[in-house]
């Protein structure tokens, strides 16, 4: 990433995008594989390995949200909430991602809860 913070570069923004884009896709990844693989998995009972699924989409929406807080903690000095400038916008899109990404990662992790405490039945 820049580390001078004059300006953003077309490379930061795709980070930013991606951080953006993680929560949401570690979500899928737990609602949708954990959907498809519920049946054949309490049927060969080993109901573990729906939680190592949604470990998988926590582990991607906390990769977004690390990357994402780390982007906007080093904005943070030089955007303003006035707004206009490309840093400013960036750091707009690095707040709003981490936020997005924590609380899909809560959500994943009473997804693993409920998933471990009641199994299969």
Known sequence: MDTTLDRTNHL???????????????WVITQGAGYAAVKPVCA???PLVLGLIALVGLAVAGAGASLAWRR???????????????VDRSYFIAAV?????VLIAL????????QLWSRCE
């Open 12 to 26: 930061d923004l795709m980070w930013l995008i991606v951080a953006l884009f993680a929560g949401p896709a570690g």
């Open 44 to 46: 060969g009972g080993n």
């Open 72 to 86: 906007m903690s080093s904005l943070r000095r030089v955007a303003s909430d006035s707004g206009g400038r490309d």
């Open 97 to 101: 991602a981490t936020g997005l990404d």
């Open 107 to 114: 959500l994943i992790i009473t997804t693993l809860a409920s």
